[in-house]
């Protein structure tokens, strides 16, 4: 139960960076692109295969040194099913690497629909054979809350029986989120407070006594320090991910408002600055791997700056 | 532009129903399940070719007397990437049958991310290949509003270009989608009047002549009539997909607060009690097709019991 998993493993590597793969096929370098046309032709087929070998090159780069990706499924869906079948050959390299797999998909339904898409990314599903098949066995699910408590529900049981977490919208990383996540209810709580007070509700039952969080987390955005400072205080219990570090224009002194005392209760992720750094520096093409590596170290310590997390266990 | 192509449709066949293909494998009839595994074997390939198989039966009986279908994503998902393509198989043979097809996926992001989601649903995706390719090509996409303008643009942009409509979840069907959406904000207005008015906004600059209607929709529930029709009233430009019909206990009378005194306006969604409909008649399970068509009529007539539409054009 709760997110002891990520915690533990953030403690070990000392860094509290996830590892975004939003893979775009323009991210591609040309190389695994044309290799992958050479072997399937200019498709939809090829497109993914590029993109695979892609995520897979980053992830065996950072593997060691992150505990988290996160993998945005929209940049997957928009290479049709072809794209969701390497959404799920990544998710499987992820966790043989060792990595707890976040797969941001903010899904939302109303209850029987949402125990659809539970057994989808944190259970199993009935194929009418002798055994349940996992599908994509995510650790962890975004998800928006917009529809209330039996939208929930069915992830949040899937969650306490198979040890995996969701995180809920609270206060997005966009421009925009404030139109309506930043208006005032009549009791003087914003929307996004709102939100937040049902995610520590959602929780309640399911408070874990090593480091004090529930299964329920949340999204809180670097790009909103002011908030992101308030919701770790009124969110004692949720462990927060939180999106806008880089690209987006999040800072790391922002992003450290999302810490509690102990330095723990959070994970910063970055997907371009991450995926694109071997265009952004004084590399080759084929060097993305340690393009990657490179800046997620200079993350971890641009974060580490600003946070003191518990010791790592020496390894025996 | 605009939801006209549904609009003309569901003069055509007199009939505001929508049908909700959300296939579990335990709704398909078992000569059908059976038929899979001796193809395939007792895995997810013939547990998705026998929920194909049961979609086809239903787009073929009920093609003629409905506008349109509604593919709840989360059904497909469940059975992982061989779900998700025939999720893409159903969308192509429903539009081949002449339908308008609905994807409700409620997808939600900030706005690079929803720029992914709306090319794979209501646009097409660079492959690197001479020509973009269409991935699901739907005629719409329902989606989530909490992130605010910049989550809706990318959509809307690809809704104006390539006339599809989304519609944007504002007072949902559920029992708990009150705990946030029933909330009155500091202004007096509830949280789904306020999501509601962003509706209006969006669609403000795309609304069409014939109907008056934008190609921002919005969803409601069959289960709050007094809500449907305080939306009806609120969003005049804004056509209504209102599920909750029949299986979640809204009846025809509420259901028919979401049309406009012309009798347009809204399309009402059923989905378990037409997929059902052969298990809960004298039907045998080869009937399933007939007993669907059935309830699609039952339906109608409830309906239209209620709400006056114009005339469909003689045909030629």
């Not at 370098?29 to 695979?52: D, F, H, Q, W």
């Not at 009124?234 to 999302?258: C, D, I, N, R, W």
Request: proline content about 3%; charged content about 25%.
């Amino acid at each position: 139960m709760s997110f002891n998993r990520l915690i533990d493993k953030i403690i070990e590597t000392q860094n509290p960076t996830v590892v975004g793969l939003d893979p775009k096929l323009e991210y591609v370098p040309g190389y695994l692109r044309e290799k992958a046309v050479r072997e399937y032709g200019a498709n939809v087929r090829s497109a993914t295969a590029a993109i695979y070998a892609f995520n897979k090159g980053i992830i065996d780069a950072v593997c060691d040194i992150v505990p988290a990706v996160k993998i945005q499924s929209a940049y997957y869906e928009m290479y049709g099913y072809h794209g969701v079948k390497v959404l799920c050959k990544t998710i499987k390299h992820a966790k043989k690497k060792g990595l707890f797999v976040i797969v941001d998909a903010k899904r939302n339904d109303i209850g029987a629909t949402m125990e659809a898409y539970s057994a989808a990314y944190l259970g199993s599903t009935d194929i009418g054979a002798a055994e349940e098949h996992e599908m994509f066995a995510a650790d962890a699910l975004t998800v928006n809350g917009y529809l209330g408590t039996d939208g929930i529900t069915p992830a949040l049981e899937l969650c306490k029986k198979n040890d995996r977490g969701i995180f809920v919208l609270v206060k997005t990383s966009n421009k925009s989120s404030g139109e309506l996540q930043d208006r005032k209810l009549e009791s003087g709580e914003t929307v996004y407070e709102a939100m937040g007070a049902m995610c520590e509700k959602w929780g309640s039952d399911n408070i874990d006594d090593k480091y004090g969080y529930s299964c329920v987390g949340a999204v809180v955005g670097a790009t909103y320090p002011e908030q992101l400072a308030e919701m770790r205080s009124k969110m004692p219990h949720t462990f927060l991910l939180v999106p806008g570090y880089g690209a987006q224009g999040g800072g790391a002194e922002g992003a450290s408002k999302a810490f509690d005392e102990r330095g723990l209760g959070a994970v910063v992720n970055s997907s371009r600055a991450i995926m694109l750094a071997y265009k952004n520096g004084n590399y080759s093409e084929k060097e993305f791997g340690v393009a990657a590596l490179n800046e997620v170290i200079r993350m971890k310590q641009d974060l580490t700056s600003y946070i003191t997390m518990p010791a790592a266990p020496e390894s025996v």
